[in-house]
């Protein structure tokens, strides 16, 4: 059975919808399987209508999907309302931050597929949104995935560079599945519960020192960076990722894991066209890409 039969009928639940990866994946499925039942776009947003919007002004309106448009005509919003819904939530909250119990029984009951596309892709984000988003965020997607019937496969989009920077001399880097808490440094011992204990405790010594919002900010952006270097990751997006695909292994239980692991992702190669690309730019020496950093 090939990708287009295997996904004909099929309901999907794509989380980051508003991601880079994720338009791309969203325009692929529906220009290849338009006989595909359902798409449900996760937008990070406080209610459905805003969700909406955003999808709307984000994904469907831009420039990704001008073949598609055209292919449709009058017919493509009619085509999209169709096949797609959008939900409000947020995946660093328990149950992905949906309060909607009818979307989240809709859920339960009908999907095949969860797309977790969802992250946080700046280096040196806070440690505390980082850790909310990359490693909280694939264990509420899979608890969720743990309670829909019909689930096919859960597919978690992490990033090569969890493996950490290559050793001198060695090039090769095996993609093995990380073991629960396991540290690239052998000098220290990676507990993610103590991880998110600490993280807490820093939250807290913060507020009691009435520190402001900006050097609460750098505060937790140096603190993340000190835990990754600490265990032997270059950043604080490499760390939470990797904690992140820790909790989904040792977590899946019976639900079929799929932990793929790109590079770095500049444009679209051929289809939807050649050298679609968003959101890039120079600055003090590095390329920036979407929302993730590449030193030159």
Request: net charge positive; glycine share 6%; hydrophobic share 40%.
């Amino acid at each position: 059975m090939n990708s287009q039969d295997f996904l004909k009928g099929k309901t999907i639940l794509v989380t980051g919808a508003t991601g880079f990866l994720a338009k791309v994946f969203v325009e692929k499925i529906l220009s290849i399987q338009p006989e595909i039942k359902k798409l449900y776009l996760l937008v990070r947003a406080s209610k459905t209508d805003l969700a909406e919007h955003r999808l709307q002004n984000e994904v469907f309106e831009i420039d990704l999907f001008r073949v598609l448009r055209a292919k449709w005509g009058e017919k493509f919003s009619s085509f999209i309302s169709k096949k797609v819904v959008a939900i409000a939530g947020d995946v660093a909250v328990e149950n992905l931050g949906i309060k909607d119990q009818n979307i989240l029984n809709e859920i339960f009951e009908e999907i095949d597929l969860l797309v977790h596309f969802a992250a946080s892709t700046k280096f040196d984000e806070r440690f505390d949104i980082s850790m909310g988003v990359n490693t909280k965020g694939p264990l509420h997607a899979m608890n969720i995935a743990k309670n829909c019937k019909r689930i096919k496969a859960f597919l978690h989009i992490s990033t090569a560079y969890v493996c950490g920077d290559a050793k001198e001399g060695h090039t090769l880097l095996r993609e093995t599945p990380f073991k629960m808490d396991q540290s690239l440094k052998g000098t220290s011992k990676l507990d993610i519960h103590t991880e998110m204990n600490l993280l807490e405790r820093k939250l807290i010594e913060l507020k009691v020192m009435n520190a402001d919002e900006n050097t609460t900010k750098w505060a937790m952006k140096d603190y993340g960076m000190g835990r990754a270097n600490l265990h032997g990751w270059p950043n604080t997006y490499t760390f939470t990722k990797a904690m992140g695909e820790m909790l989904l292994v040792h977590h899946k239980d019976d639900v079929p894991l799929i932990i793929i692991r790109p590079t770095m992702v500049t444009s679209t190669s051929k289809d939807p066209f050649p050298g679609w690309i968003e959101g890039l730019r120079t600055r003090r020496g590095r390329l920036e890409i979407g929302k993730a950093t590449y030193k030159r």
